[in-house]
């Protein structure tokens, strides 16, 4: 498989769920009763909202920071979200591309380069919605992660701050920790970054989430010209191989 830093997030999940198994690390001091009685709060609201998704739309602003790079690179796209295995990242910056997943199979488009991709993921479909933590309750997160509150800081105010810290041994190889940032209103997300065990990390920001909005079957699908070459993979998930920056 596939280890670079993949575009979409949620397909992370693809490499991080299959990455063999590493030497157990020490366990994080246990929370206080205080803090676990806030949590457990949190998260049954937080569990509330996403029993309730059926869909999701928002826009989002992606930056990758890499040890290999000059400088960190900022993508911007849509993000469209239909249960119970339907995703879209359509990005607008650094190039027009188009990551999909529907129906147990992934598709990839890259219109300026005139490339596409795809690929059967059926068997790792599941666990892109449970990585993500979208349309999963606590409970299913809890599975793979230590679920902890954190400070959300200074600059995101009105928000929780739910600190991910991988159990399983095969995900801890690749991942230190995932931060989600939800809104304290509605618990819809706001931000979530990615940290590697290299120090790596990408983070996203959602902008203009919307809850269950109409979203037709049709969006999903990709409509790839005829003279486009289309190859079996996700090499294309490398933002930071996009010739545009």
């Known amino acids: 498989m596939n280890r670079r830093m993949f ?3 949620a397909l992370a999940a693809i490499v991080l769920m299959t990455a063999p198994a ?8 246990a929370p206080s009763a205080a803090d676990r009685e806030k949590l457990a709060l949190v998260l049954a609201r ?25 400088a960190p690179i900022v993508a911007k796209g849509k993000f469209f979200l239909t249960k119970p295995d339907s995703v879209l990242w359509e990005y607008t910056s650094p190039e027009p591309m188009s990551f999909v997943v529907a129906g147990g199979e992934y598709t990839g488009y890259f219109p300026q380069r005139k490339r596409a991709e795809r690929r059967d993921i059926k068997r790792w479909s599941e666990q892109l919605f449970r990585f993500f933590g979208l349309g999963q309750g606590s409970s299913e997160l809890a599975k793979f992660y230590e679920i902890a509150l954190g400070d959300p800081g200074s600059d995101m105010k009105d ?10 041994r095969r995900i801890k190889k690749n991942v230190e920790e995932v931060k989600l940032w939800v809104e304290t209103k509605n618990l819809l997300p706001l931000r979530i970054d990615y940290v590697g065990k290299d120090g790596n990390g990408r983070e996203i920001r959602f902008l203009n989430t919307r809850l269950n909005p109409d979203l037709a079957a049709s969006l999903y ?4 010209p005829k003279d486009v070459p289309v190859s079996t993979g996700f090499s294309g998930f490398d933002v930071s191989s996009t010739r545009a920056h």
């Open 221 to 224: 699908h990709v409509d790839i």
């Open 46 to 70: 937080f569990d509330q909202v996403q029993g309730s998704v059926r869909t999701l739309s928002a826009e989002f602003v992606q930056t990758t920071r890499n040890a290999l790079l000059k």
């Open 159 to 168: 928000s929780y701050l739910l600190l991910l810290t991988p159990k399983k």
């Open 22 to 29: 590493t030497a157990k690390e020490p366990a994080p001091p």
């Open 7 to 9: 575009a979409g997030p």
